[in-house]
């Protein structure tokens, strides 16, 4: 390792890039480098290693050269792992700059490298970053873009990625749904894709048809469990005819799994409450009809 020498900033411009991989740098302090408080820029032969942001900062600052030093002797691992280090940005990556970490590896033939690197990029010590990456490598544009904006977690990115981008297009552009409601809607529709093994040139049209839904929510659930819905329906019929406005409510087991129901109302008085009762002991001629939907 040499000593640190001052090189012109065109000149470092014009040096090799395959490391510059962080789109999500911070930007370096301005005035902390007018008083050249900053690291040497690290290069190997004609490859700058790290300091792109330092860059972008000497050029708005009018800065014609930089203090560099130059590192000899170490390969493409350690050159990214000296980048890693100075970057320092653990559990802070995107899902855009690990693939391109990956995407480096891979290109040095050194991808079974990437477990090793886990200590430099998230904050414990799961490796499923690796697997993930490369997942996120092969999504498409749009998918990547939604990701990458927050509008659409991996999880759900990574189940939905061989569905056709119109797909995505449409939610975007249909009605407004938030985060956790894209999740839920994605997830649905691509199991009762996959259930009802419906071919790709058909979902999309699919899904468009439920997004104009009124509630596509809603649509969505039926399409994915048409069973229950069905029971839901018929469970609401029948508890809308003979406790609508009663103050009552008998709840069934969750998805009708179970032996038993449960009963809410509230009262404020004796008489509130005898009302309340009669009011139970009347549907006693009807709990047959309430009775069937259990298991």
Known sequence: ???????????????????????????????????????????????????????SAAKENGLTELACKEITGKGPLQNLKTALKLENRRGKYSWEEKAKILEYLKNNNIG???????????????????????????????LREMIETGHIDFKTAA??????????????????????????????????????????????ELLKNILSSENPLKTVRELRFPKLSRMEKKYNALHSRYLLKSGIRITPPAYFEGDSFSVQFTFNSSKNLSEKIRKIQLIQEHIDEFLSFLR
């Open 1 to 55: 390792m040499t000593g640190t020498v001052k090189l012109p900033l065109k000149e470092i411009e014009q040096m090799e890039h395959p490391l510059e991989l962080f789109d999500r740098s911070k930007q370096y302090d301005p005035d902390l480098l007018a008083d050249n408080l900053y690291p040497p820029l690290p290069f190997s032969g004609n490859m700058l290693i790290w300091g792109y942001r330092i860059i």
């Open 112 to 142: 079974e490298k990437a477990v090793g690197l886990t200590a430099y990029i998230e904050e414990g010590s799961d490796t499923s970053w690796v697997k993930n990456a490369a997942i996120f490598r092969e999504l498409s544009q749009p």
């Open 159 to 204: 189940l939905v990625r061989k569905f056709d981008d119109d797909i995505f297009l449409y939610i975007e552009k249909g009605k407004k749904l938030s985060f956790s409601q894209k999740r839920l809607l994605l997830t649905y529709f691509s199991e009762a894709v996959r259930r009802d093994k419906i071919d790709n040139s058909r979902t999309a």
